[in-house]
């Protein structure tokens, strides 16, 4: 039977190949509108632009109709023949679909610990705009964990904004009677511990419960979460 880190892996591989095609598909698409709008205000004919680059005229109808067969460098010369400039351009999403390794053993310590009367879900999505996920969802009776793993700690500022937007849109989703809490997973390094020395306050206002209690209430079915904070956790 696969392990949880399999089935992620696989998970993300099928979420990039679909993800990655239907990104390309659209750019493609809006690629050939464009060209073919600059070809006809230029009044140059499929044929014409086909000869000045040497290839065929089927190949521009091709990106005209936003095929995704055609070269970046056959779509680069053909903008070039109409005086036009083409842009490889990427912008930043929400979060990344690939884990590192560290990160990856980390959530499987965090699930070996959790006791089994929890529902877990990796890479859960979070409802509202965009693509947001958490790393890790647990689910007990009325309680909801949000589980933020990080293998290299990011400014914790930063951590808290994300957190409180994920629980704010899991609370709406969740109804009446649902206890939603967010904690921050971190290795046991004494790095990691260093760095959260260094913000005593910001740490006891948004990540109040010692890791102490978290684990207790991760591993013991009876009781109930006690809160928000910070957990540390073994990747071994």
């Not at 842009?87 to 560290?102: Q, T, V």
């Not at 409802?127 to 293998?151: F, H, K, N, T």
């Not at 206002?205 to 890791?211: G, I, K, L, R």
Request: glycine share 8%.
């Amino acid at each position: 039977m696969p392990s949880k880190a399999a089935a992620t892996t696989a998970g993300v591989r099928r979420s990039a190949l679909y993800d990655g095609g239907r990104q390309l598909r659209r750019t493609c698409f809006g690629f050939g509108e464009e060209l073919r709008s600059i070809r006809l205000r230029a009044g140059m004919s499929q044929a014409a632009v086909a000869r000045a680059i040497g290839v065929s005229r089927s190949t521009i109808c091709e990106i005209e109709a936003g095929d995704e067969s055609p070269s970046l460098a056959v779509r680069a010369r053909a903008a070039a023949a109409l005086g036009a400039t083409i842009r490889l351009a990427i912008y930043s999403g929400d979060r990344p679909l690939i884990r590192d390794a560290a990160q990856t053993a980390l959530v499987e310590g965090l699930l070996r610990l959790a006791d089994r009367t929890w529902k877990a879900a990796l890479e859960a999505p979070v409802p509202g705009p965009g693509r947001r996920s958490v790393d890790v969802r647990l689910e007990r009776g009325p309680e909801v964990v949000l589980i933020e793993v990080e293998s290299h700690l990011r400014p914790v500022e930063e951590i808290v904004r994300e957190l409180h937007g994920k629980r704010a849109a899991v609370t709406e989703a969740a109804g009446p009677g649902r206890r939603v809490h967010v904690v921050l997973a971190l290795p046991a390094t004494r790095h990691h511990r260093e760095l959260v020395r260094a913000l005593p306050r910001t740490i006891r206002v948004a990540f109040p419960v010692p890791s102490a209690e978290l684990l207790r209430a991760l591993t013991q079915p009876s009781l109930a979460w006690p809160g928000d904070g910070i957990l540390w956790v073994s990747g071994d």
